[in-house]
């Protein structure tokens, strides 16, 4: 069995740095706990505030095997900052999270997955369905991009950036999802409605009956509603410690 090197960044990095790099780690443990992960695939980063660096996992490790002091900071080309890091990256699957944050200087955090569900809704033609409370949060800022292959060519990163606007949902075509938030535990949150939408339409759909869709005008009026709903005290920093705390009781090694 390989080992994994061990390295404790504990008071050897800013007090925002760590801070950063728990919430991190704990969302990656929460994908894992949640069966959202894709072996050693999909990725989830975090900007350092008051820092053009970001955080992101060392690529060939499973995302229960993630820790605060074994996240890679590098810059927003997918540099690693620290040249005696002993881990790397995958720069491929680097392209959507770098074209995200030059865009997007407002989301701290981008998250990426390729669950069955959202890759499902994302194929379908009529995509997301105002079917459920879960879909109405997700198209209150929901955006599209179609596939054009592997993430790895750069004059892609336009294209998406332009499909993304202002938007905190979006679903890659064929592909996955993508969420964004200002916090970890928002684009944490925003994934996870995301989710639970995708699995409800499948689960409506598959009854074969006749569905009862929103009303547009309702869905129009659900986004200044989500914002009460998901964020500041009553949103996803409400939630947030306590999945931080879950966490902690699964494995406390996440925060060494």
């Avoid at 007090?15 to 969302?27: G, K, P, S, V």
């Avoid at 790895?152 to 202002?166: F, Y």
């Avoid at 939408?197 to 689960?203: I, K, N, P, R």
């Avoid at 009553?234 to 406390?252: E, F, I, L, S």
Wanted: aromatic residues 8%; contains cysteine; negative net charge.
């Amino acid at each position: 069995m390989l080992t994994i090197p061990q390295i404790n960044l504990k008071n050897k990095v800013s007090a925002q740095e760590w801070q950063t790099r728990i919430d991190l780690a704990a969302c990656y443990r929460l994908i894992a706990m949640h069966g959202w992960d894709d072996l050693i695939y999909t990725h989830i980063s975090a900007r350092i505030p008051d820092s053009e660096h970001l955080l992101i996992n060392a690529f060939g490790l499973a995302f229960d095997e993630i820790t605060a002091s074994n996240l890679v900071k590098i810059d927003i080309a997918g540099n690693i900052i620290d040249p005696a890091c002993p881990f790397e990256i995958n720069p491929a699957g680097f392209t959507i999270h770098s074209a995200v944050h030059e865009a997007r200087h407002d989301a701290q955090c981008v998250l990426h997955l390729h669950t069955n569900e959202t890759i499902a809704v994302a194929s379908l033609q009529e995509g997301l369905l105002p079917l459920s409370q879960y879909a109405m949060f997700a198209l209150a800022s929901l955006s599209y991009h179609d596939y054009e292959g592997l993430a790895v060519n750069a004059d892609e990163k336009l294209r998406l950036q332009n499909n993304l606007g202002s938007a905190n949902f979006m679903l890659l075509r064929n592909h996955g999802g993508l969420t964004l938030g200002e916090t970890i535990g928002d684009a944490f949150m925003h994934m996870y409605d995301l989710t639970r939408a995708c699995q409800v339409q499948l689960q409506v759909m598959s009854t074969g009956m006749a569905t009862i869709l929103v009303d547009q005008s309702i869905v129009d009026g659900i986004k200044a509603q989500a914002n009460i709903v998901h964020t500041g005290s009553t949103g996803g920093q409400k939630a947030w410690p306590a999945m931080v705390r879950k966490v902690y009781r699964a494995d406390p090694s996440f925060a060494t």
